[in-house]
């Protein structure tokens, strides 16, 4: 059997990783500075996560969601803790796409209507609803595609308020980004989610917050969203809660009511996704790594501003969007190639995406730096 060939893939084959950094089955290393997607949050192969899920092993892997599991509930209190939002109740499941799923299912239940909202430039996961609401064409299928799903230009109130005047009674709920990340890091206005907390509001719709690649740290806060003190009623989660184990939740504000068989996962929330996700918290809170990663984000930004094909730099925490003058893919290329640099792209093609593990340290940061320099230099050279 062959694999399903949906996937670009670099010839590089990593065999072995610790921190910040991958070794090839060539025993060659590569510095990673895009935590395999965003999801990498304490770096690599970390000791404690390690002895968590070792130990855990030892004990039990799995049993379903019929019996006690102790392990979500420690979960669910250590991150409503380190969150701020304690009061909020907690539904687990397994990646980001599905957290979503639920999201707007929730909301939908909630309020009885069908109408979801979302944003240009929006990514929220490639399953039914969630694609739906993910502004790309080319991946959402006709079996996915509806009209109950409306798109609205980011950061652009008259356009929003627009839709809530001729639709408002039909929205169940609004879907946004902290930070879109797939949309090359684009940062929403204060004013923007001011509005549409007070929209929902008004017309008792739902707000999602999307925090599946902004949350969990990256962005100095535990939510970026928390930097605008906007309140959503349900926030999704992924990507950095397990630091590789795949888990995702969902984070609900407590007037939504829970019933049995309401939602519902074979393998949310099981023992082992469990005792990745208390340890990626523990990890957090006693390294102080939301700290650690506005710390290492500003330092990179002053390091690199003024190097040449650099337009503009969109960043909170260690999410980073460069934006160069031109398309990215050959800066990428030589970085992994010719420096052993991992980093990211966008579905805006002049914007390198750059989002290391929260515990990077400065030298490491040196060695993207020095290397980013040189790679633009040598652009200038070629121009
Ligand atoms: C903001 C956001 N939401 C949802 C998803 C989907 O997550 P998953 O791939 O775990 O389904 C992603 C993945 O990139 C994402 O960036």
């Not at 500075?33 to 002895?51: D, E």
């Not at 803790?81 to 980001?96: A, I």
């Not at 003058?325 to 190639?337: F, I, M, Q, W």
């Amino acid at each position: 059997m062959n694999l399903f060939n949906v996937y670009p893939l670099f010839n590089i084959n990593p065999v072995k990783a610790q921190g910040s950094f991958l070794w090839d089955d060539k025993g060659e290393k590569y510095l990673d500075f895009y935590g395999g997607h965003a999801v990498i949050s304490i770096g690599h192969n970390h000791p404690h996560y390690q002895s968590k899920l070792k130990d855990q092993l030892d004990k039990i892997s799995f049993y379903s969601n019929s019996v006690q599991n102790e392990l979500q509930t420690e979960l669910a209190e250590k991150l409503g803790e380190l969150s701020g939002y304690q009061d909020y109740n907690l539904f687990l499941c397994n990646s980001g796409a599905e957290a979503n799923e639920n999201a707007l299912k929730l909301a939908s239940f909630h309020n009885g209507k069908s109408k979801v909202i979302y944003f240009s430039g929006a990514f929220h996961g490639r399953t039914s609803a969630a694609v739906s609401v993910t502004d790309n064409p080319k991946i959402v299928a006709p079996v996915n595609y509806s009209e109950r799903f409306i798109k609205s230009e980011w950061n652009n109130i008259e356009q929003l308020e627009e839709i809530f005047k001729t639709q408002g009674n039909d929205i169940s709920s609004v879907i946004i980004e902290g930070i879109q990340g797939v949309g090359g890091i684009m940062i929403p206005t204060a004013e923007f989610l001011s509005k549409i907390k007070e929209l929902c509001e008004q017309h008792n719709a739902v707000l999602i917050l999307d925090e599946v690649q902004s949350g969990y740290g990256r962005s100095g806060y535990f939510f970026a969203h928390q930097e605008f003190g906007v309140q959503p009623d349900i926030i999704t989660i992924a990507k950095g809660m397990g630091n590789g184990f795949p888990i995702g939740g969902v984070l609900i504000h407590p007037k939504f009511k829970a019933s049995n068989g309401l939602l519902g996962t074979t393998f949310g929330g099981n023992h082992l996704a469990c005792a990745a996700a208390i340890a990626v918290l523990d990890v957090m809170k006693d390294e102080n790594l939301m700290a650690n990663a506005e710390n290492m984000g500003q330092y990179i930004e002053n390091e690199i501003k003024d190097f040449p094909h650099i337009k503009s730099i969109r960043r909170k925490g260690l999410m980073i969007g460069i934006e160069l003058d031109r398309d990215c893919s050959e800066v990428r290329k030589s970085l992994l190639y010719d420096h052993h640099i991992f980093t990211g792209n966008s579905n805006d093609k002049s914007v390198l995406r750059i989002l290391p593990a929260l515990n990077i340290r400065k030298e490491e940061t040196n060695l993207f730096i020095n290397a980013l320099k040189g790679v633009l230099q040598e652009s200038c050279e070629i121009v």
